[in-house]
């Protein structure tokens, strides 16, 4: 199957390529993304065929649906990364919490955070395929937390590939730099960045755009590719656990083939949401994709209002800053496939030049046929928690934003598979301020000590480990010593 742009072609870049393409090369022409040119169908008959089938089958059939140019074997290797989770017969399982409402848990793979569902499997394709074209890559990551230890951790010790991965010094919990700077592998390369994400972000932007970093890079035959959620490569493998949460319903019983349920996503960039809007379309019985949001919520008034406006806004540091973001990327996506690739360009070419732009009322009224959205604050994601440990059920910050979509956005009583995308240990000293009602700085160590032991709960062996492990990365520079560091590791 080939793959197309959002905002048209240039004439210079090829005008449809293959998957292989697009996931070396991820950014199209116009600064746009690359998407595929039309879905596989994949209805009620495909559901039931799946019934008795593993995540890697699903996720086999699924790749192999849209054509992939990736060799079998390949993707069979890539794949067999999902045995390395808890369970290996089942990734990311589903389980229920109240009536209606369900959790698909993403977190069980080794960085604890729902980025190695789709990254674990990519490292392994876009490492296999450079190897085979004897390629040398670069891959550039700015994090905010979850990103970058799921980056590192896939594409470790791999042949032809090199990572660089940039963090705000002071912007993620100890576990998430831990994560990082622990990690060891000759190809990679760990900078604290003395800043926040957006000065991370803005200066990995403008190091794509140096002149002088792209010839340094040819002189030593290395391209350069990127990990995060515009490449096509992480989007086609999170389209796979929307399918499996429908099937494993089926398996427990709780609907029937053909039956409407809710999917909700706690979203930034928009890929976990992207993934699912493609699965319907390709016609997984789906009422609704129901979008939360923190206090930085441009996606709810995206969807609400029509209006995507960044004029006056600024970041809000919140207790889910894996969803701290005022640009989010896929999105276009989405707008590509509801209008069409004049009108995406014509949208996103208003963002940059004034910073917002406006949909019409059809475009508005299209959008929230498949969407609704809403947002919600630390307090609320506090409370949330504590209420629903009380019940029994431990849930991230992230995750506890979409109690909020299931207390308000449902309009039918239909079963509501909500995402945790990222275990508790990962940001333990939010959870305990949540359990003791107060805003005490706890560290992580003894935020996971203290839950653990009072709710009688284990902290996987990954987590317990960062806290002895070697510290292997101690670089923390100045935005301006940043391509310098950088061509001293290549
Ligand atoms: C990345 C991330 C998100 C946001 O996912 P998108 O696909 O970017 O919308 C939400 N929660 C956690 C914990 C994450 O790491």
């Given at each position: 199957?080939?793959?197309?742009?959002?905002?048209?072609?240039?004439g210079?870049?090829?005008?449809?390529?293959?998957?292989s393409y697009?996931?070396?090369?991820?950014?199209a022409?116009?600064?746009g993304?690359?998407?595929?040119?039309?879905?596989?169908?994949?209805?009620?008959?495909?559901?039931?065929s799946?019934?008795?089938?593993?995540?890697?089958?699903?996720?086999?059939?699924?790749?192999?649906a849209?054509?992939?140019?990736?060799?079998?074997?390949d993707l069979?290797?890539?794949?067999?990364?999902?045995?390395n989770?808890?369970?290996?017969?089942?990734?990311?399982p589903?389980v229920?919490?109240?009536?209606n409402?369900?959790?698909?848990?993403?977190?069980?793979?080794?960085?604890?955070?729902?980025?190695?569902?789709?990254?674990?499997?990519?490292g392994s394709?876009?490492?296999?395929?450079?190897?085979k074209?004897?390629e040398?890559?670069l891959?550039?990551?700015?994090?905010?937390?979850d990103t970058?230890p799921?980056?590192?951790?896939?594409?470790?010790?791999?042949?032809?590939?090199?990572?660089?991965?940039?963090?705000p010094?002071?912007?993620?919990?100890?576990?998430?730099?831990l994560?990082m700077?622990?990690?060891?592998?000759?190809?990679?390369k760990?900078?604290?960045?003395n800043g926040?994400?957006d000065?991370?972000?803005?200066?990995?932007?403008?190091?794509?755009?140096?002149?002088?970093?792209?010839?340094t890079?040819?002189?030593k035959?290395?391209?350069?590719?990127?990990?995060?959620?515009v490449?096509?490569g992480?989007?086609?493998?999170?389209?796979?656990?929307?399918?499996w949460?429908y099937i494993?319903l089926?398996?427990?019983?709780?609907i029937?083939?053909?039956?409407?349920?809710?999917?909700?996503v706690?979203?930034?960039?928009?890929g976990n949401?992207?993934?699912?809007y493609?699965?319907k379309?390709?016609?997984?019985p789906?009422?609704?994709i129901?979008?939360?949001?923190?206090?930085?919520?441009?996606l709810?008034?995206?969807?609400?209002?029509?209006?995507?406006?960044?004029n006056?806004?600024?970041?809000v540091?919140?207790?889910?800053p894996?969803?701290?973001?005022?640009?989010?990327?896929?999105?276009?996506?989405?707008?590509y496939?509801?209008?069409?690739?004049?009108?995406?360009?014509?949208?996103?070419?208003?963002?940059?030049?004034?910073?917002?732009?406006v949909?019409?009322?059809d475009?508005?009224?299209?959008?929230?046929?498949?969407?609704?959205?809403?947002?919600?604050?630390d307090?609320y994601?506090?409370?949330?928690i504590?209420?629903?440990?009380?019940?029994?059920?431990?849930?991230d910050?992230?995750?506890a934003?979409?109690?909020?979509?299931?207390?308000?956005?449902?309009?039918?009583?239909?079963?509501?598979?909500v995402?945790?995308?990222?275990?508790?240990?990962?940001?333990?000293?939010?959870?305990?301020n949540?359990?003791?009602?107060?805003?005490?700085?706890?560290?992580?160590?003894d935020?996971?000590?203290?839950?653990?032991?009072?709710?009688?709960i284990?902290?996987?062996t990954m987590?317990?480990?960062?806290?002895?492990?070697?510290v292997?990365?101690t670089?923390?520079i100045?935005?301006?010593d940043?391509e310098?560091?950088i061509?001293s590791?290549?």
């Amino acid at each position: 199957m080939s793959f197309i742009e959002t905002r048209g072609n240039d004439g210079i870049k090829p005008n449809e390529v293959e998957f292989s393409y697009a996931i070396l090369n991820p950014s199209a022409s116009f600064g746009g993304l690359y998407i595929p040119k039309s879905l596989p169908n994949l209805g009620e008959d495909f559901i039931e065929s799946h019934k008795n089938k593993s995540y890697k089958e699903l996720a086999f059939d699924i790749l192999t649906a849209f054509k992939v140019d990736i060799e079998e074997n390949d993707l069979q290797t890539a794949l067999n990364l999902y045995d390395n989770f808890d369970d290996k017969s089942n990734p990311s399982p589903v389980v229920k919490v109240k009536e209606n409402l369900f959790v698909n848990e993403q977190y069980h793979g080794p960085t604890r955070a729902f980025k190695d569902m789709a990254l674990q499997p990519f490292g392994s394709i876009l490492s296999a395929i450079a190897k085979k074209r004897n390629e040398k890559y670069l891959i550039l990551a700015a994090t905010s937390g979850d990103t970058g230890p799921a980056a590192l951790n896939t594409f470790k010790n791999k042949e032809g590939i090199k990572v660089a991965c940039l963090y705000p010094v002071g912007g993620t919990s100890d576990v998430q730099r831990l994560q990082m700077v622990t990690e060891d592998g000759e190809n990679l390369k760990v900078i604290g960045i003395n800043g926040n994400f957006d000065d991370a972000q803005n200066a990995l932007k403008n190091l794509l755009a140096s002149e002088t970093f792209k010839t340094t890079l040819g002189e030593k035959h290395t391209k350069l590719s990127a990990a995060n959620s515009v490449n096509f490569g992480r989007i086609i493998f999170q389209i796979v656990y929307h399918f499996w949460s429908y099937i494993e319903l089926l398996r427990q019983n709780e609907i029937e083939n053909g039956e409407k349920i809710y999917l909700t996503v706690p979203s930034g960039n928009f890929g976990n949401a992207l993934g699912g809007y493609y699965a319907k379309k390709m016609g997984l019985p789906v009422e609704k994709i129901l979008i939360t949001s923190n206090e930085n919520n441009v996606l709810t008034s995206w969807i609400n209002d029509g209006v995507y406006d960044l004029n006056d806004k600024t970041l809000v540091l919140t207790k889910s800053p894996a969803m701290d973001i005022l640009k989010s990327s896929n999105i276009e996506r989405i707008m590509y496939d509801m209008f069409g690739s004049d009108r995406t360009k014509e949208l996103m070419e208003d963002l940059n030049s004034k910073n917002s732009f406006v949909l019409s009322i059809d475009e508005k009224a299209k959008l929230q046929s498949e969407f609704s959205a809403t947002f919600s604050d630390d307090t609320y994601g506090l409370k949330t928690i504590k209420n629903y440990l009380e019940d029994g059920y431990l849930m991230d910050p992230h995750t506890a934003t979409c109690i909020k979509a299931y207390e308000t956005l449902m309009d039918k009583p239909l079963k509501n598979v909500v995402y945790s995308t990222a275990e508790w240990t990962k940001f333990s000293p939010s959870v305990l301020n949540a359990l003791n009602d107060d805003s005490m700085k706890y560290k992580d160590i003894d935020a996971l000590k203290i839950i653990s032991d009072k709710y009688n709960i284990k902290v996987p062996t990954m987590i317990q480990n960062v806290f002895d492990a070697k510290v292997r990365h101690t670089v923390e520079i100045n935005i301006d010593d940043l391509e310098k560091e950088i061509v001293s590791f290549i």
